[in-house]
């Protein structure tokens, strides 16, 4: 059953990618951008795993059952009929909003610096604790910063606009380049799309989209080689980098497997022989871990909120650095059920989706934030996105009730003009 398995699967993320390439304005809504998050991590490290004898009986199976079941529910849950949330509709003023961009770049800045300054081997490749979480807290103000004055100067080149947005991109290809995050990279390229997507209807042309998702997949599995000589120098060393072997590192996937698709194999198993959910308590404990300070509230505090879930088994050691994918965390918590995560997941960022079209500014800066973090429901945990929104709340949304427009909001134009509504002045 391994390989027909593999090849349902494999299948299904055609479907996605083949439904976005059809028609480009797909390019950017979740199920395609899911296909191309299967694509470039998943799909490679399943050569190996279908073929390996020294997987337990059936792991591989039941992996891939519900890699396949979680799919299905992505997809389900897009609906081109679905409504659009109509809280995120709001008109703001254009000048307010690049004051906000500005107030939010420069916090975001400050703490980038911070972090920049941290040794190489406590904040590259590593799983962060302490200071350098505090600063990677706040330094994500800068992403809403940029992602505000993207929105303002598609609407309405400024100099002002341009400004805030070059001085952002110093930070972020820092940021990128040092630390080689493939997530911030991604992200990037998405914020500069959508923004133009949603305001100009401009699509990135097909050929390009898919050279970049090529080249994409070909350079993931060697980002560990490049992090490596970052952390070890603080820095990017060029000829170390140059030396990589990029093609051989890929082969080594398709050949040896990848270690994020085995952790999923072996802990999925687990937990199917053992039968012990933690029911969702996994998201609430995540959250507290996230926004629950130690240093304030202190060590013990923290930790009296978090729930018991059952523990791995001490055979099952996942390498530092390494994730066990999303399709882990929702077996984990109600078996094959917990697919259902899935369908929730892409029903609110349809919804998301589609007040973003109709205009709403709040909408495409939800949208734009969104969208990475839920493709990390693929290959990390389908909690990222829901931590995203409760930052977002708490930090975006009292800057923009400061941009707001104090009256009433002009009704969307885009399905008249497929324009959207200009910002007030």
Not at 45 to 74: E, H, R, T, W
Not at 366 to 374: N, T
Not at 399 to 421: C, D, K, N, S
Request: hydrophobic share 55%; glycine share 6%.
């Amino acid at each position: 059953m391994n390989w027909p398995l593999t090849w349902i699967f494999i299948l299904i993320v055609a479907w996605f990618f083949a439904a976005g390439v059809q028609r480009p304005e797909k390019m950017y809504q979740f199920p395609f951008l899911a296909s191309v998050m299967t694509l470039g991590f998943i799909i490679p490290q399943l050569p190996s795993l279908a073929n390996d004898p020294f997987l337990p009986s059936g792991a591989y199976v039941k992996a891939m059952l519900m890699a396949i079941f979680c799919l299905l529910m992505l997809r389900w849950g897009w609906s081109e009929t679905a409504r659009p949330i109509p809280f995120l509709n709001q008109a703001f003023n254009h000048r307010k909003l690049l004051i906000a961009a500005a107030f939010l770049s420069a916090i975001g800045a400050y703490f980038y610096f911070l972090l920049s300054r941290l040794p190489g081997e406590i904040s590259i490749g590593v799983q962060m604790t302490g200071v350098p979480v505090v600063y990677l807290f706040f330094a994500r103000l800068l992403t809403y910063g940029l992602a505000i004055a993207l929105l303002c100067f598609v609407r309405r080149p400024t100099l002002a606009g341009a400004l805030i947005i070059g001085f952002d991109l110093i930070f972020y290809f820092d940021r990128i380049i040092v630390t080689g995050k493939r997530a911030e990279a991604l992200e990037l390229l998405l914020l500069i799309l959508l923004a133009v997507w949603f305001n100009r209807r401009w699509v990135i042309p097909r050929s390009a989209m898919i050279a970049g998702i090529l080249v994409g997949t070909l350079a993931m599995t060697s980002m560990s080689d490049y992090r490596q000589i970052t952390r070890a120098h603080s820095g990017v060393v060029l000829d170390e980098v140059l030396e990589i072997d990029v093609v051989g590192n890929f082969e080594e996937t398709l050949k040896e497997g990848g270690l994020e698709m085995r952790n999923a194999v072996q802990r999925i198993d687990e937990i199917d022989r053992r039968l012990e959910f933690d029911y969702g308590k996994f998201h609430w404990n995540k959250l507290v871990f996230t926004f629950v300070p130690a240093q304030l509230l202190g060590t013990s505090f923290k930790e009296g909120l978090m729930l018991s879930t059952p523990k791995p088994e001490r055979s099952y050691q996942p390498l530092t650095g390494t994730t066990e994918t999303g399709f882990v965390d929702a077996f984990a918590s109600f078996w094959y059920f917990g697919a259902l995560k899935f369908f929730i997941l892409s029903y609110l960022v349809c919804r998301i989706w589609k007040a973003a079209l109709a205009g709403g500014t709040t909408a495409q800066l939800a949208y734009m934030m969104s969208i990475v973090p839920a493709m990390h429901a693929i290959s990390h945990q389908t909690d990222w996105v829901v931590q995203v929104w409760i930052h977002m709340a708490l930090f975006l949304v009292p800057v923009l009730a400061f941009a707001r427009f104090r009256g009433v909001a002009l009704p969307p134009r885009v399905a008249r003009t497929r324009m959207p509504v200009p910002l007030r002045s």
